[in-house]
T-cell receptor, first 114, second 118 residues
Framework: AQKVTQAQTEISVVEKEDVTLDCVYE???????LFWYKQPPSGELVFLIR??????QNEISGRYSWNFQKSTSSFNFTITASQVVDSAVYFC???????????FGAGTTVTVRA | SAVISQKPSRDICQRGTSLTIQCQVD?????MFWYRQQPGQSLTLIAT?????????ESGFVIDKFPISRPNLTFSTLTVSNMSPEDSSIYLC???????????????FGPGTRLLVL
């Protein structure tokens, strides 16, 4: 069975600090897909990124960057120069090939203080 | 990506009653899903809503408690039946979209329905 672990329950930082969110996954499939979603206080779930298992390239999008390491089964997310608007719950998720179901981690609550 | 709306956005209900949540998508999609997020928890898949056939329920969820309709490729409803305070949650629908070609299937979520059962 697939599993996603987000060991950090809560992270609190001061504005402009960098913050890294950890995500470790377990799967028996050789082909799988990893996702990050953001859930601000308003409650909607916002898609941030998808990474396929056969594409280990890291990615940067503005202040966001993702580090995918198959050797350690990790897909970590870094927010650079955090802002108050980054305050949210962030979820890592996994789906396996030929199975549309998403397995979510427990989520990490990020609080950015001004 | 697909634009998804849900109605109602929030509701307060009395125990023993039922609430139907609507999910509308601005484009035709094959896969629609319903999730529950209990307070302070992660998301749990309730069921997959299949157009033209019965919904597929996950372990722990049954059709009598969470009947689902999927009359067409842009619309689905989830009913929370005979509610109790334990049903207080955010209910989210999602759709699978392919924003930019193969191997890019991604679930996009509606804004959610916040339900409080007294």
């Amino acid at each position: 069975a697939q599993k996603v672990t987000q060991a950090q329950t809560e992270i609190s930082v001061v504005e402009k600090e960098d913050v890294t969110l950890d995500c470790v996954y377990e799967t028996r499939d050789t082909t799988y897909y990893l996702f990050w979603y953001k859930q601000p206080p308003s409650g909607e779930l916002v898609f941030l990124i998808r990474r396929n298992s056969f594409d280990e390239q890291n990615e940067i999008s503005g202040r966001y960057s993702w580090n995918f390491q198959k050797s350690t089964s990790s897909f970590n997310f870094t927010i650079t120069a955090s802002q108050v608007v980054d305050s949210a719950v962030y979820f890592c998720a996994l789906s396996e090939a030929n199975d549309y179901k998403l397995s979510f981690g427990a989520g990490t609550t990020v609080t950015v203080r001004a | 990506s697909a634009v998804i709306s849900q109605k109602p956005s929030r509701d307060i209900c009395q125990r023993g009653t039922s609430l139907t949540i609507q999910c509308q998508v601005d484009s035709q999609v094959t896969m629609m899903f319903w999730y529950r997020q209990q307070p302070g928890q992660s998301l749990t898949l309730i069921a997959t809503a299949n157009q033209g056939s019965e919904a597929t329920y996950e372990s722990g969820f049954v059709i009598d408690k969470f009947p689902i309709s999927r009359p067409n490729l842009t619309f689905s409803t989830l009913t929370v039946s005979n509610m109790s305070p334990e049903d207080s949650s955010i209910y989210l629908c999602s759709v699978e979209d392919i924003p930019s070609g193969p191997y890019q299937e991604t679930q996009y979520f509606g804004p959610g329905t916040r339900l409080l059962v007294l």
